[in-house]
C-alpha cells in the first residue's frame, strides 16, 4: 500500500461523494462523465490550480502546506477523522516499528479481572487483543481457542463465521466500522508491518472487507454499542467506552463494556458471570 497511492486514492474517494448542489456550485441539468465534482470543481472551490489538484491526486505531495489541505479538506467537507487522515497522507508520521511481542504490566491484568460483570480487554495498534477478563471471552468470542496470528478483532470480525453470526444483523455495521479504523490507523503507523499483515490478510480473505476498504471511510474508533445476539443469554446491548495507554508504547486502548442498569443486558451478563468457565488472558499465561 504506497502512501502516494493512499493520498491520490482518498481525494478521488471523497471527491466522488460530492455533487455540485452540495458545494453550491450549477450542474446545469446535463449527464457528468464522473460521479461527484469534477476536479476542475474541487481546485475551484479550494482556490488552487487545477494542475496542482491533480498533482495531488496522483500521489504527489511534495511540499504541500498545511494551509493548502485545509482548503481542500474545507472543499470535500471532511470531518475531523478524515482531516486528520489527509494531513497524515500528505506528511507520514515517522514512528519506529514495534518489533517485540507487546508486554503488559500485572496491574493491568489485574484490573481487568476486576470487572467480574463485564466485558474489559486491551488492544495492541493493530486491532490484536493482547489481554482480556473471562466475560470477554464468554460475550465475544473464547480468545484463548484463537491461534495468536489471528486473535485480532479485524480477523474475528471479517473471518469467524461463529462471531459473525453472534454479531447478527449489526455485523455490517460492525464490519464498516472496524475497516474504517483499520484506515485510521493506516494514516496513524504507515510504516507498521502488522497493521498491513492484517489488512493484506483481509482483503485477500474477505471480498466483503474488499468493497470496504476501497470505500476509504476513515474514523476512529472511541465509544459506541455491541450487539450481540448470544446462544444462552439472547441479545445484549452493550456501550461501551475507548480508554487510551499513553504510559505503554507498546498498546493501544483499554476497551470497556457496561450494560444499563437494570436492564435485561445486565441481568444476562451476571448469568453468564456466573455460568462461564472461559479463560482470561491471565489464566492463559499460567
Not at 473471562?134 to 489471528?150: H, K, Q
Amino acid at each position: 500500500m504506497a502512501r502516494n497511492g493512499q493520498l491520490g486514492e482518498f481525494l478521488k474517494s471523497r471527491r466522488a461523494r460530492l455533487r455540485p448542489d452540495d458545494a453550491g456550485l450549477p450542474s446545469y441539468g446535463t449527464r457528468r462523465r464522473v460521479p461527484g465534482l469534477r476536479r476542475e470543481e474541487l481546485a475551484q472551490l479550494a482556490g488552487v490550480s487545477v494542475a496542482y489538484y491533480i498533482r495531488l491526486e496522483q500521489g504527489t505531495a511534495d511540499g504541500v502546506s498545511t494551509e493548502v489541505l485545509d482548503a481542500i479538506s474545507r472543499a470535500l467537507r471532511l470531518d475531523g477523522d478524515e482531516h486528520a487522515h489527509l494531513h497524515r497522507l500528505a506528511h507520514p508520521p515517522r514512528r519506529a516499528p514495534v518489533t517485540a511481542p507487546p508486554r503488559l504490566r500485572a496491574p493491568l491484568q489485574h484490573l481487568l479481572d476486576s470487572f467480574t460483570h463485564a466485558p474489559a480487554y486491551v488492544v495492541g495498534h493493530y486491532t490484536n487483543v493482547v489481554a482480556w477478563n473471562r466475560l470477554t471471552a464468554a460475550v465475544f468470542v473464547d480468545l484463548a481457542n484463537v491461534p495468536p496470528d489471528e486473535r485480532t478483532w479485524s480477523h474475528q470480525i471479517h473471518l469467524n463465521a461463529d462471531y459473525k453470526a453472534r454479531l447478527g444483523g449489526n455485523w455490517p455495521t460492525v464490519a464498516r466500522r472496524n475497516a474504517a479504523y483499520l484506515r485510521f490507523r493506516s494514516g496513524q503507523d504507515p510504516d507498521d508491518p502488522h497493521l498491513h499483515a492484517v489488512i493484506d490478510c483481509l482483503r485477500e480473505r474477505s471480498p466483503e472487507f474488499g468493497r470496504l476498504w476501497s470505500a476509504h471511510h476513515v474514523t476512529d474508533l472511541t465509544h459506541g454499542e455491541a450487539r450481540i445476539d448470544h446462544p444462552e443469554v439472547g441479545r445484549l446491548v452493550l456501550p461501551f467506552e475507548t480508554l487510551h495507554l499513553p504510559g505503554d508504547p507498546d498498546l493501544s486502548r483499554l476497551m470497556l463494556y457496561a450494560a444499563e442498569p437494570g436492564s435485561p443486558s445486565e441481568a444476562a451478563l451476571h448469568e453468564l458471570a456466573e455460568t462461564s468457565g472461559h479463560l482470561s488472558s491471565d489464566d492463559l499465561a499460567q
